[in-house]
């Protein structure tokens, strides 16, 4: 059980905006333990290490970071691969006393109220009072560990999308979902994609996997996309080049072809199945402007986006987005924010990130849901909003995990 006076934090997720929540809670002087389901820290970000981000260091560090990295702090204004930043996020976590307060190889599977279950004492004062209990698998088997804050910043890059139409899978999608890669293709080594790649979606993932692969000479792209006009999600007037040069290279190989990628627009892919009975490739239907049409492949790459694992807060009261299951204040705000330019989305102000839960946040990407605009700058400022009211006297003392 957790002292009450002081509150401890637990945070979920050592990614990018977990460490930065942690920094925050450092500098609080709040009491706080991360878990972490991978073996180190970015752990997601390593998972897409050789992407190349398309927002500058500056906007990829929180003041936090950059305010304790010192001399390793970046100076230029390049933009980092994920490999880059998660080995500076490496060595801030070395550098800080962060390490000593993450737990590795552990995840979060579940959060719970003490003693409460999901119906009761709806919306009500007492649901505060019992701290959250969280269940955790760790290297030395399941156990509970207690808080009284949790901030959620388990990110998406785990749970991607179905690629069937209507976000449900494909008929046969489910059975041969060891065929389907699901993270934006590593080209280092070309003959891993020799033969035909079906790609499907068109988000900036999708891009970047088309713009790849197509430089590949020896393979060829069958790129499904779903609407019949994509926009490529372009922003008027775009400041990061690099995310501009992605629709550029997208837009090109969709109006004037190339000899390694064809676009299929407004097309669906309505069933897989394997070429022949253990067959090495996979046949796809696939439903276009002009009829079904079979196409015979080696690769299945499905890029249709990714959403949090909403089963870790099942059981307490958060109200999300029927549309975009985010967070319904957060969501709310960012539907009605004008344009899609994510550097231009509103901060979320405290109220925004609340949930009926108290004290329960969902932050970083995660908290967009499927909403595809999230930046790191949004997830740092959600941290500093978040935590700025628990900050006690400067001379608090840390106190020993909670558990
Ligand atoms: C390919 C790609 C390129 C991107 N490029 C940019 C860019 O250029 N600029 C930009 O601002 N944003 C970019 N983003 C979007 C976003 O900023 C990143 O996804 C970023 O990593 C989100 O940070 P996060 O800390 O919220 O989540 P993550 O980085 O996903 O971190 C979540 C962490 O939680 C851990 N975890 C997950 N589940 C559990 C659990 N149950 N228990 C414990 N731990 C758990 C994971 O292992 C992971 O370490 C990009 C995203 C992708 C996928």
Wanted: one cysteine or more; proline letters at 8%.
């Amino acid at each position: 059980m957790t002292d009450t006076a002081t509150p401890h934090v637990a945070i979920l997720g050592a990614g990018p905006i977990g460490l930065d929540a942690a920094l925050a809670c450092a500098d609080a002087g709040l009491p706080y333990t991360v878990h972490e389901a991978g073996p180190t820290v970015g752990t997601h970000v390593r998972d897409w290490g050789h992407v190349r981000l398309f927002t500058p260091w500056e906007l990829n560090l929180s003041p936090r970071m950059h305010a304790r990295l010192g001399d390793l702090r970046p100076q230029d204004g390049t933009c980092p691969t994920g490999t880059e930043l998660a080995d500076l996020l490496d060595s801030l976590t070395r550098l800080t006393p962060l390490a000593g307060r993450i737990e590795l190889s552990t995840r979060v599977l579940a959060v719970a109220r003490d003693g409460l279950l999901k119906h009761e004492h709806i919306g009500a004062p007492e649901r505060a009072a019992a701290p959250f209990r969280l269940l955790l698998d760790g290297p030395e088997g399941e156990r509970a560990a207690y808080a009284d804050i949790v901030l959620d910043c388990t990110g998406t890059y785990a749970h991607p999308n179905s690629l069937g139409d209507g976000g449900i899978p494909a008929p046969g999608e489910r059975s041969l979902h060891h065929r389907i890669i699901r993270t934006v293709p590593d080209t280092t080594e070309p003959d891993r994609w020799r033969g035909t790649v079906l790609l499907v979606g068109a988000g900036k993932s999708a891009q970047t996997a088309a713009r790849d692969l197509a430089r590949l000479p020896d393979t060829h792209v069958e790129w499904v996309v779903r609407t019949d006009d994509p926009d490529w999600g372009e922003v008027p007037a775009d400041t990061l080049p690099g995310r501009q040069e992605l629709v550029d290279v997208a837009r090109a190989l969709a109006q004037d072809g190339s000899d390694r990628v064809t676009v299929h627009t407004g097309t669906r892919v309505t069933a897989l199945t394997e070429d022949g009975p253990n067959g090495p490739r996979v046949r796809a239907t696939l439903d276009t402007s002009t009829g079904l049409r079979e196409l015979v492949c080696d690769h299945v790459v499905a890029l249709t986006g990714y959403s949090g694992d909403a089963t870790l807060h099942r059981q307490l009261q958060i109200h999300e987005c029927y549309a975009t299951a985010a967070p319904m204040n957060l969501s709310a705000t960012l539907l009605g924010a004008a344009g899609g330019d994510c550097l231009a989305q509103p901060s979320a102000g405290l109220d925004t990130l609340r949930n009926p839960e108290p004290d329960y946040y969902i932050l970083g990407a995660k908290s967009y849901g499927r909403l595809n605009t999230f930046l790191l700058r949004t997830g740092y400022e959600q941290v500093g909003e978040v935590l700025a009211p628990h900050a006690p006297a400067p001379s608090h003392a840390l106190r020993p995990q909670g558990t």
